[in-house]
């Protein structure tokens, strides 16, 4: 499977934003589609994932109660909504899929089929 993520921007401190991570050659059944980020000199850090059978959501304490993720059956799409958006959150978004067990699948190690990135900036 193939993933397309889009959707970033720029956006002032306490702005909105929603990014998407697109499937094409396959689907996303029987995976976790998980969202990093990776800001400039620092390594990809995990920021939510979901499970596509069953909708199990997990969030980094970092966005806890700002960013919620959803899938669209029919788009074959994950949605990344961040709201509340700080300086901090500036980074390249980057969905990836994994079919390791839930417990693990916030370590981006067990990742692949990445996409290119979207690029979000938030101006302070």
């Known amino acids: 499977v193939q993933l397309q993520a889009s959707g970033g921007g720029l956006v002032q401190t306490g702005g909105s934003l929603r990014i998407s991570c697109a499937a094409s050659g396959g689907t996303f059944s029987s995976y976790t589609v998980g969202w990093f980020r990776q800001a400039p000199g620092k390594g990809r850090e995990y920021v939510a994932r979901i499970k596509w059978s069953g909708g199990s959501t997990n969030y980094a304490d970092s966005v806890k109660g700002r960013f919620t993720i959803s899938k669209d059956y029919a788009k074959n799409t994950v949605f990344l909504q961040m709201n509340s958006l700080k300086p901090e959150d500036t980074a390249v978004h980057y969905c990836?899929?994994?079919?390791?067990?839930?417990?693990?699948?916030?370590?981006?190690?067990?990742?692949?089929?990445w996409g290119q990135g979207t690029q979000v900036t938030v101006s302070s």
């Open positions: 990836g899929v994994t079919r390791v067990v839930w417990s693990s699948s916030s370590d981006e190690t067990y990742y692949y089929s």
